[in-house]
Structures are given as C-alpha cells and as structure tokens.
C-alpha cells in the first residue's frame, strides 16, 4: 500500500511538472503564428467588450444634451 501511494505520488509531482498534455498551438510553424494571432487580436478586443457587457459604451442620460431618439 505504501508503494501504489508513493507511486502514485511520484507520478502526480512528475505529471504537474511536464507541460499539457494536448498542445494549445499546432506544431507547425504556418498555422502556429496564424492561431497566434488570432488569440492576440481578441486580446486587444477585451476592453471594447469589457464596455459592452457593463453598458459603458451607452450615453450618459446625465448629460445637459439630449438627444431625441426618435425619426425628425
């Protein structure tokens, strides 16, 4: 019993140490840098959506000019 937990242990401290076992990103080299850019570009739109989901990107209704809303 004493060997199956220090195995199992051993293996567990092994295991974190290694990196994932799938591969965020391809091996090859073309279609790494495409996935590459794809994760920085929705990096640089996180603020834009950060605004959006709050409604911060919504006028100010305290504002002394208002607009009508309407068809003139």
Do not use: K
């Not at 391809?26 to 709050?54: K, Y």
């Amino acid at each position: 019993m004493r060997r199956l937990m220090m195995a199992a242990l051993l293996g567990l401290a092994l295991g974190s140490m290694t990196g994932c076992l799938l591969p965020a990103f391809s091996g090859d080299q073309a279609t790494r840098v495409g996935e590459l850019q794809n994760v920085s570009e929705d990096g640089r739109n996180f603020l834009s959506t950060w605004q959006r989901f709050w409604f911060l990107d919504q006028p100010d209704h305290s504002t002394p000019l208002r607009t009508h809303g309407g068809i003139i």
